[in-house]
């Protein structure tokens, strides 16, 4: 059985995505054992860094949180470290959006983002088992408010597909979705990682030219191991 560990990233309100890493035993302890080994190369090498800090795109890009004390040359290291961790693993990453934009202009009421979004990628992942890798799947996510909602949605996927939006029930995703917190689980953080750069390369036009080159080349190393990248834009036709 695999595991597939989901992360969800937004930007504003023009963009929502899910991103998710698919494993086996093997993928999730190489990437466990990477991670925690960043964590202590850190420590290290960084006065008062705890090595169970959070591997968390957002705060390691910014220097937010934990974060704000490591130099910024660190900073990128780590995130360029768990680029490469992912892309060793033999886990698959698959990246899923939407243009929230071109949704409104499409829809009077469209299905909300975070479970439209949600459905294409379990969708994705789902026909990926059934067509290429073969077996079942758990769904693991960090803890959301609407972690209800998700669950409920999921048994919904898998009685039926969601109409107009996936291409059939659920049948390779095996009972619900667990929550948990991130920074328990160095695979949610490395889901995590991977969403927030595929969303930062696609959504922002850096100003500084390190910054880009640094994303570039952790997306690229992410891109080795992506099975599937696409973000929905509907036209532009108002329906009901």
Same mark, same amino acid.
């Given at each position: 059985?695999?595991?597939?560990? #989901?992360?969800?990233?937004?930007?504003?309100?023009?963009? %929502?995505?899910?991103?998710? $890493?698919? +494993?086996?035993?093997?993928?999730?302890?190489?990437? =466990?054992?990477?991670?925690?080994?960043?964590?202590?190369?850190?420590? =290290?090498?960084?006065?008062?860094?705890? @090595?169970?800090?959070? $591997?968390?795109?957002?705060?390691?890009?910014?220097? !937010?949180?934990?974060?704000?004390?490591?130099?910024?040359?660190?900073?990128?290291?780590?995130? =360029?470290? +768990?680029?490469?961790?992912?892309?060793?693993?033999?886990?698959?990453?698959?990246?899923?959006?939407?243009?929230?934009?071109?949704?409104? @202009?499409?829809?009077?009421?469209? %299905?909300?983002? !975070?479970?439209?979004?949600?459905? !294409?990628? $379990?969708?994705? +992942?789902?026909?990926?088992?059934?067509?290429?890798?073969?077996?079942?799947?758990?769904?693991?996510?960090?803890?959301?408010?609407?972690?209800?909602? &998700? /669950?409920?949605?999921?048994?919904?996927?898998?009685?039926?597909?969601?109409?107009?939006?996936?291409?059939?029930?659920?049948?390779?995703?095996?009972?619900?979705? %667990?929550?948990?917190?991130? !920074?328990?689980?160095?695979?949610?953080?490395?889901?995590?990682?991977?969403?927030?750069?595929?969303?930062?390369?696609?959504? #922002?036009?850096? &100003?500084?030219? /390190?910054?880009?080159?640094?994303?570039?080349?952790?997306?690229?190393?992410?891109?080795?191991?992506?099975? &599937? =990248?696409?973000?929905?834009?509907?036209?532009?036709?108002?329906?009901?």
């Amino acid at each position: 059985m695999r595991a597939l560990y #989901i992360d969800e990233s937004a930007r504003d309100n023009r963009f %929502y995505f899910f991103g998710g $890493l698919l +494993v086996d035993d093997d993928a999730a302890r190489s990437i =466990e054992v990477g991670l925690s080994g960043i964590g202590r190369l850190l420590a =290290e090498n960084i006065p008062g860094f705890d @090595a169970e800090t959070e $591997l968390h795109g957002n705060e390691m890009f910014h220097g !937010h949180g934990a974060w704000g004390s490591v130099p910024i040359p660190w900073r990128v290291k780590a995130c =360029e470290l +768990v680029s490469k961790a992912i892309a060793r693993s033999g886990a698959e990453y698959t990246f899923r959006g939407i243009d929230l934009t071109a949704l409104r @202009a499409r829809y009077v009421s469209p %299905y909300p983002a !975070h479970l439209l979004t949600l459905a !294409h990628i $379990l969708d994705d +992942v789902d026909g990926r088992l059934d067509r290429v890798l073969g077996g079942v799947a758990l769904v693991l996510a960090d803890d959301h408010h609407s972690a209800a909602t &998700s /669950r409920r949605n999921l048994v919904d996927f898998k009685l039926r597909k969601v109409p107009g939006y996936t291409q059939g029930k659920l049948e390779n995703l095996v009972d619900t979705i %667990y929550f948990g917190p991130s !920074h328990a689980s160095r695979l949610l953080q490395a889901a995590d990682v991977a969403t927030f750069f595929f969303n930062r390369e696609k959504t #922002i036009i850096e &100003s500084d030219a /390190r910054a880009q080159a640094a994303v570039g080349r952790i997306v690229r190393r992410i891109r080795q191991v992506t099975v &599937s =990248e696409y973000t929905w834009e509907p036209t532009d036709r108002r329906s009901r």
